[in-house]
């Protein structure tokens, strides 16, 4: 509580970006409280796909929905490596999103050695393929996307804003077969993977990148208005 305390005055000055806040679950109510009123939303950092059932220690999207919650992230790397999480989980996890009004905040993202293979390419268009099976044109207009490859998650190590730039430009590509270019060109579309104040504004010069899904580096009060001061004077110039 004391870093929205901190991060909402300064905040309120940045009306150019959308600027998202994903705590855990143990918070989400007070902070979707504290924050009503400012420019900052508030996400969930994952979601299981049915409203209700024998589901213990689960959190459904019609919960997220009645706490006042805006957004969820959805097939986060840590989710699909550590908890074995796959794309027909994330596609279900999506539909019960867009149900319940919470927007998706979809992930994707290839491990190293499908780098290495030069499978880049083929693990996001799979990912993307079977992740929004089913969803319609007017349901993908509430989605967000971001390209987090998976051995830049926590490692310090991050893609290089070209590398980004042409995963990215290649989601919208895909986008634009499935839902057609005008409804493509309204899904944001993010880049995560180790990005700090040193390196964001790389990648957010790239046109085809539309903002960051940050984690380390958003614990810090400074280090997050920092980016958001960032994000706000590219996006706006």
């Not at 504004?201 to 580096?217: N, P, R, T, Y």
């Amino acid at each position: 509580m004391d870093f929205l305390d901190r991060c909402i005055p300064s905040c309120r000055s940045f009306q150019g970006v959308e600027i998202i806040l994903c705590p855990t679950f143990l918070s989400l109510v007070s902070i979707v409280e504290k924050a009503r009123g400012s420019n900052i939303c508030i996400g969930a950092q994952n979601a299981h796909w049915e409203k209700e059932g024998a589901f213990t220690g689960e959190v459904s999207p019609f919960m997220l929905s009645q706490a006042g919650v805006d957004y969820v992230i959805i097939g986060h790397s840590e989710r699909r490596n550590y908890f074995g999480e796959k794309d027909e989980g994330v596609n279900k996890k999506i539909k019960a999103a867009l149900k319940y009004n919470v927007k998706p905040v979809m992930c994707l993202g290839e491990t190293l050695k499908e780098r290495e293979g030069n499978l880049t390419s083929k693990v996001i268009d799979r990912q993307l393929e079977k992740g929004l099976e089913g969803i319609e044109p007017e349901e993908a207009s509430s989605l967000t996307l971001a390209y987090e490859p998976v051995w830049a998650i926590g490692t310090g190590r991050s893609a290089s804003a070209e590398d980004a730039d042409q995963v990215i430009s290649f989601l919208r590509e895909k986008l634009a077969l499935y839902y057609g270019y005008q409804t493509a060109q309204r899904i944001p579309l993010l880049y995560g993977g180790s990005v700090k104040p040193d390196n964001l504004g790389q990648f957010l010069e790239k046109k085809s990148i539309d903002g960051a899904l940050i984690g380390g580096a958003s614990l810090e009060e400074e280090s997050f208005i920092k980016m958001v001061e960032i994000a706000n004077n590219i996006k706006n110039n």
